[in-house]
């Protein structure tokens, strides 16, 4: 996204949905442009994420503070009514998946889709998705500039 006039484009979609870990940091602003939106925040242990970051070429000393900000941003969102919690580890389990998936969609559950779902391995291509970054260098400091600064006073305390 290049603007929160493109927040605004998705958000008004209907049955659609996303997973993006940057928008924790601009959990007010999704909350506020879509008050209806389920909610659903996804933690992993900071020694397992920053293993993670580091496999992907995205480690270092700003990888910590990436993760602290987040984990600030998942905190005060996790405060709201009706937001639910799970885990890495959970996620990766059918009754975790179900659990979210039930959470998440108005439709049954169907034990076939996990089981499809569950053979797919989706991973970013760390070259491309830096490519990306650079190249929206703009549009991210105008969406998140003001949340950088504000969890960055928040890890600081």
């Excluded at 006039?5 to 602003?29: S, Y």
């Excluded at 700003?62 to 709201?80: F, K, N, T, V």
């Excluded at 391995?121 to 990306?132: D, L, S, T």
Aim: proline share 6%.
């Amino acid at each position: 996204m290049r603007s929160l006039a493109d927040l605004d484009r998705v958000l008004a979609k209907p049955h659609f949905g996303l997973c993006d870990t940057a928008l924790a940091l601009v959990w007010n602003q999704v909350v506020e442009r879509c008050p209806q939106a389920k909610l659903l925040t996804l933690r992993r242990p900071l020694d397992e994420a920053l293993a993670s970051l580091e496999r992907i070429g995205c480690g270092g000393p700003e990888a910590r503070l990436r993760l602290a900000r987040l984990d600030c941003a998942l905190g005060e969102l996790e405060r709201l009514p009706g937001v639910r919690k799970t885990s890495y580890a959970e996620l990766g389990t059918a009754q975790g998946a179900r659990r979210a998936f039930e959470f998440c969609l108005p439709i049954p559950w169907d034990p076939s889709w996990y089981r499809f779902m569950f053979a797919i391995r989706a991973e970013v291509i760390p070259a491309v998705m830096q490519a990306k970054v650079r190249a929206n260098t703009v549009g991210l400091r105008r969406i998140y500039g003001e949340a950088l600064a504000y969890y960055d006073s928040k890890v600081a305390q």
